[in-house]
């Protein structure tokens, strides 16, 4: 499976962005997708997930209420739709996907196999 991630800009604090990450060669419907994030001088962080059912979505606590994940299997493409943006939300966005992720696992950066490039989101103040 090979991901593209695109939709990422500059945007001013308070503003919104939609991320995307089309997905290749796989069914795409089977797999959990996630989003992570990395800012710059830090780890890698967990951002957002969708278990392929779609009955568990999980969100980091600094971006719940603020980001939605989603996904349109018609298209193997998952989203990620940024609101109320602040400027600690500056990062690199990457999306990832798996087969057969337990739910305790979602937020692991480990439990991804397949990983899109990357997409530079930065909120200015």
């Known amino acids: 499976v090979q991901l593209q991630a695109s939709g990422g800009g500059l945007v001013q604090v308070g503003g919104s962005l939609r991320l995307s990450c089309a997905a290749s060669?796989?069914?795409?419907?089977?797999?959990?997708v996630a989003w992570f994030r990395q800012a710059p001088g830090k780890e890698r962080e967990f951002v957002a997930a969708d278990r392929r059912s779609s009955s568990s979505t999980l969100y980091a606590g600094s971006v719940k209420g603020r980001f939605t994940i989603s996904r349109d299997n018609a298209k193997n493409t998952v989203y990620l739709q940024l609101s109320s943006l602040k400027p600690e939300d500056t990062a690199v966005y990457f999306c990832a996907a798996a087969q057969r992720v337990i739910l305790s696992s979602m937020t692991l950066g480990t439990t991804y196999t397949y990983w899109g490039q990357g997409t530079l989101v930065t909120v200015s103040s």
């Open positions: 060669g796989g069914t795409f419907s089977s797999y959990t």
